[in-house]
């Protein structure tokens, strides 16, 4: 909104009951324009005094500054993003064409729950492999225990109870070395192998439960074990939300810092804590990065969503703060306040600004303990200001 449209707002809200304070300077010897006083405040500032007389004081609130104790909060803003450390890439250790995809983005997830299956003659060659050292091993361990009891019998020499029992144990490091090989490719259970049907294609099971966020392959694509990323899956009730915290603000912000954050596209407040901050600055924007750890209740915090972060960083003792009706504006968007020159009279006081909370704000510069202002009750003073010019 420009200053003229500004101006015909206040105009409006106050005409009222600034006609009624006029109606009362003009009868009664009224609020009118003195001479500046430049010793008590800068020519700039008191280049327009008003008068208010007695009987109108009653309808204007004097403040008297005082030094109090504000929270400080750092309001920052930021992006969602997933938690890395419930955050996994899905991928395949086997090769060979996708032949079916049982997933999709958005859908969820339980550990060990198949997402795809690969066409892998390898997979097929190691299938093959388990199942004759399975056989292998049981035919070696029936005969090595009919040899013990034989031997026991004395029907059979040693050397032959020693014979059974190499080949015992041979048959058995081949069997695990064929099971190891089934379970780099993602097989968990190879016994089910034995009772299943024969095929050619092996699961790529997912190995986090969460929700599917991404997809990187398509039905038919060859897939490299070890190297193609299928699927990203993520725990999406708990996030991150990373910020950029100015290098002015540093020493106020510290792990474990609790943190609302708000967004434009709900109403309600996520709640979270500070989980981590960087150990350098960013050298292009002189901020340093912070991450916040926050549940995500209904997952309604998307990724990349934008996102503003209140941190509660401690308290600023001995601030000076006015309610937000003693602040007003001029024409150029300098904020300033009536103070008081004496006892019932005012000028604008130009005031620098911190930060805003629960319907007061800080005044950094521009005012000190004991000054006097004019809390409800200035913009009148204002549009009479605004009258006479």
């Excluded at 204007?60 to 969602?80: D, I, K, N, Y």
């Excluded at 029936?142 to 050397?159: C, G």
């Excluded at 990065?289 to 998307?302: C, D, M, Q, V, Y």
């Excluded at 000076?320 to 008081?340: G, K």
Aim: aromatic share 6%.
């Amino acid at each position: 909104m420009n200053f003229r449209a500004d101006r015909c707002r206040r105009l409006a809200l106050c005409a009222g009951a600034s006609a009624i304070m006029l109606m009362s300077a003009g009868c009664g010897g009224s609020a009118s324009k003195a001479p500046a006083d430049s010793s008590s405040a800068r020519p700039s500032d008191n280049a327009e005094l008003f008068t208010i007389p007695p009987e109108q004081m009653a309808h204007v609130q004097v403040l008297t500054v005082a030094p109090a104790t504000l929270p400080r909060t750092l309001r920052l803003t930021g992006a969602v993003a997933y938690n890395l450390f419930r955050t996994t890439p899905a991928i395949t250790q086997v090769s060979g064409p996708i032949s079916r995809i049982v997933v999709v983005p958005g859908q969820r997830v339980k550990k060990g729950e198949p997402m795809l299956y690969v066409a892998s003659p390898d997979y097929s060659q190691l299938r093959t492999n388990y199942l004759k050292a399975v056989s292998a091993y049981a035919l070696a361990k029936k005969s090595a225990d009919r040899a013990r009891d034989l031997f026991e019998h004395k029907a059979i020499a040693e050397q032959n109870l020693e014979q059974a029992k190499s080949a015992e144990v041979q048959a058995s490091g081949d069997l695990a070395s064929a099971e190891a090989a089934l379970r780099v490719m993602g097989i968990t259970d190879p016994d089910t192998l034995v009772q299943g049907p024969a095929s050619f294609e092996v699961p790529l099971k997912a190995p986090i439960g969460g929700e599917v966020v991404e997809q990187d392959v398509s039905p038919g694509q060859l897939i490299q074990p070890g190297v193609t990323q299928c699927f990203v899956i993520s725990d999406t009730g708990n996030v991150w939300v990373l910020v950029n915290v100015p290098q002015k603000d540093l020493p106020y912000v510290q792990v474990g810092d609790t943190v609302a954050i708000q967004t434009d596209t709900y109403p309600e407040v996520f709640h979270g804590r500070i989980a981590y901050v960087a150990a350098s600055l960013d050298p292009n924007t002189r901020t340093l990065s912070a991450r916040i750890e926050t549940n995500n209740p209904g997952e309604k915090l998307k990724k990349d969503m934008y996102v503003v972060a209140t941190v509660n960083a401690g308290a600023i003792p001995n601030a000076i703060a006015l309610p937000d009706a003693a602040v007003l504006r001029d024409s150029e968007n300098q904020p300033f306040v009536y103070a008081a020159v004496s006892s019932n009279q005012f000028g604008r006081r130009s005031v620098t600004l911190g930060e805003s909370l629960n319907g007061k704000t800080q005044i950094t510069s521009g005012l000190k303990a004991g000054d006097q202002v004019i809390g409800n009750g200035s913009l009148f003073l204002q549009f009479a200001n605004e009258l006479q010019r």
